[in-house]
């Protein structure tokens, strides 16, 4: 039986293991969707509500999967919609392979509708391979380069397809001249560094006697090594936001995220230390690491595209973590005292209290922190998370401790909005027997994420752990934004542009046949939860916060609280309780003991009043 060059398509990404694609139909894949519909559906064609979505969910799926992402998108509006999804993965080294339409050849070079330069637009976002297939000998070898391109560089590919190729017969390439013949499948691989270079790291780590060591995703594979060197170095570990999931925050000495978004300890970590070892990281705040040419330094990376970045270090190890380090341990000497890691673990042990003591605070009406606090302690131990850029990110960075095989996710270097809920899609298609829980901004929600609840709706039988929780703080604000203003610029919030209206998401998602919990008071926050985790499908559940709280960053300055006051001075309209807020939070890093402070309301952070309600617009 013949088979067109679709046909071919959608076997070829069968044999290579590809088990759906996450798409939106448009006229310039309409050869893909027959075939499609030839082929029964394999692999699954997964329908999101707009292709920037499709994109996102392709990055979500490869993220906590493993495996390959892949989205589909007609030609013109369809291909541009990908762009920022396929950024976020090209940023965040993700495996996608993107399916774009194109005109027929007859009608390209003439302005025809819909008619884009795709070579242009995706040179820089699919840089590692983007190809045009004009004839059918062509396909087997420009879609097997992608697929293994995007496998090895971690990275998107793309394979642009014009309507009209789409349809003519496939015929394979001939054993003739210039005619590229292909092959199915890639070993795994991984790469090692020299002897003498092992041997330079380790005199480097052993002379040490203050370690910190910084993971990112890329020591994902390695866990139990990282664990080994931290105890055998007395070392303190903190983690970039990506590498979240990399260690369980139940080890005493593991500091949590670092940056903005980071924790104290970790501040006081990269700050005190006297050497510093890097694990699959490239994080790129250099600001937060230790002051340059303080240290010594070792990093260890599997891309020596990106080696050697960041700091200067005096061994730069190419390789994959997990084989590096276990060459390295050997030659590592056990630290006899560990008063370094000591106070590594009291440091963490006092951020916690402040954390707690921070999330207790009273608001009006929710405290924010109070939101994500309750919930760490309810987390299934096989939980998926995702968080949306923004303010939300700051309290799933700093309030919510891995554990167990938990995963967990945001777009790290791209730090785009509307990310988290087709994140938590490709999660739950990655892994259907888990429970997955999106935390998600207003602003983020109402950008593209009340969209893709319909996707939600759409899907959930398929799932065999219907649980996915979408939380959504509702502060009718873009707070992230309101707060860099202030402390940045040292500008008052500008309503126009800050403030959007109240949407019942809840109501919403029950409009929809799901499960819609609105919370209005602090004490009905934790039952709000365990009722959402135990449900039976997907809930919506939103809490009504204040967007007064600040997200202190954990290195702040006098000059930044100085800037927050000017901001004040030129008439904040939020300027009364955000400087209750900012002051209340902040002084929680400084008290002695336990317990309450200063009227601090029971630890529910219930409603302690406040004036000046102008910041979301009341």
């Known amino acids: 039986m013949s088979q067109n060059v ?14 759906q694609v996450f798409g939106y139909p448009g006229d ?96 820089d976002v699919a840089s590692d391979f983007l190809e045009t297939v004009t004839v059918p000998e062509q396909l087997p070898n420009v879609l097997d380069r992608a697929i293994r391109t995007a496998y090895a560089r971690r990275a998107p590919t793309a394979v642009i397809l014009p309507a009209d190729v789409q349809q003519l017969e496939y015929s394979p390439p001939q054993h003739a001249f210039k005619m590229v013949p292909s092959s199915l499948g890639s070993s795994s691989w991984t790469a090692s560094p020299e002897p003498e270079a092992l041997r330079h790291a380790a005199e480097v780590l052993n002379a040490g006697e203050r370690v910190a060591i910084l993971v990112g995703q890329g020591a994902a594979g390695a866990r139990q090594e990282v664990t080994e060197i931290a105890e055998l170095l ?19 000495y593991v500091t949590g995220s670092i940056g903005l978004l980071g924790t104290r300890p970790s501040f006081e970590l990269m700050r005190d230390c006297d050497t510093l070892l890097t694990v699959g990281s490239s994080f790129p705040y250099s600001q937060f690491l230790p002051e340059f040419g303080a240290v010594r330094g070792v990093q260890i990376d599997l891309d020596p595209h990106m080696i050697g970045m960041r700091y200067p270090y005096e061994v730069n190890l190419v390789g994959d973590a997990a084989d590096t380090l276990r060459a390295l341990i050997p030659l590592l000497e056990r630290r006899k ?42 987390l299934p131990d096989d939980a998926v998370l995702t968080a949306d850029s923004g303010s939300v990110a700051n309290w799933y960075a700093r309030h919510l401790r891995m554990r167990g095989s938990m995963r967990g ?22 892994h259907p ?14 950008m593209n994420g009340l969209a893709e609840l319909i996707s939600i709706a759409k899907y959930r039988k398929e799932w065999a752990d219907q649980r996915l929780v979408v939380a959504v703080w509702n502060n009718q604000d873009l707070n992230q934004v309101t707060w860099e203003m202030r402390a940045m610029a040292g500008s008052p919030q500008f309503l126009p542009s800050q403030h959007i209206p109240d949407v019942r998401y809840a109501t919403f998602a029950e409009s929809l046949g799901l499960t819609g919990i609105r919370v209005e ?31 202190i960053p954990p290195h702040a300055t006098w000059e930044q609280i100085e800037a927050a006051a000017t901001s004040i001075l030129k008439g904040d ?46």
């Open 409 to 430: 996710t945001l777009s790290g270097t791209l730090a785009t909005m509307g990310c988290a809920v087709p994140y938590a899609i490709g999660a739950k298609f990655a």
């Open 521 to 551: 008071k602090p004490e009905d926050v934790p039952d709000a939860w365990r009722r959402a985790l135990a449900a039976d499908g997907p809930v919506v559940v939103e809490f009504l916060t204040d967007p007064a709280v600040p997200p």
């Open 6 to 19: 679709a046909d071919f398509v959608l076997a070829r990404l069968r044999e290579w293991g590809v088990r």
């Open 28 to 123: 310039g894949i309409n050869g893909l969707l027959a075939a499609w519909e030839r082929a029964g559906d394999e692999p699954r064609f997964i329908q999101a509500r707009h292709e920037e979505m499709s994109a996102f969910a392709a990055g979500g799926f490869a993220k906590f999967s493993g495996e390959l992402g892949v989205c589909a998108a007609t030609s013109g509006p369809g291909a541009i919609h990908l762009l920022n999804g396929l950024y976020d993965a090209k940023l965040d080294h993700v495996p996608v392979v993107a399916l774009l339409g194109q005109t027929n050849r007859s009608a390209m070079g003439g302005s025809y509708q819909q008619e884009v330069d795709l070579h242009a637009l995706f040179k």
């Open 573 to 618: 309209p939020d300027r009364v309780s955000m400087v209750r807020q900012g002051f209340k939070a902040k002084v929680q890093e400084f008290l002695p003991g336990r317990g309450r402070r200063n009227g601090e309301n029971g630890g529910n952070g219930a409603n302690g009043g406040k004036g000046g309600n102008g910041g979301n617009g009341h």
């Open 234 to 252: 007395g070392a303190g570990v903190a983690k970039a936001l990506l590498g979240l999931d990399v260690l369980s925050d139940e080890l005493p």
């Open 433 to 446: 027997d888990r429970p997955v829980i999106a935390l998600v901004g207003d602003g983020a929600m109402q």
């Open 337 to 378: 005292g560990n008063g370094w890691q000591k106070k590594v673990v009291a440091n963490v042990e006092r951020w916690r209290e402040t954390m707690r003591r921070r999330a207790e605070v009273s608001a009006d009406p929710i405290n924010p922190e109070y939101v994500a606090a309750e919930l760490d302690p309810l």
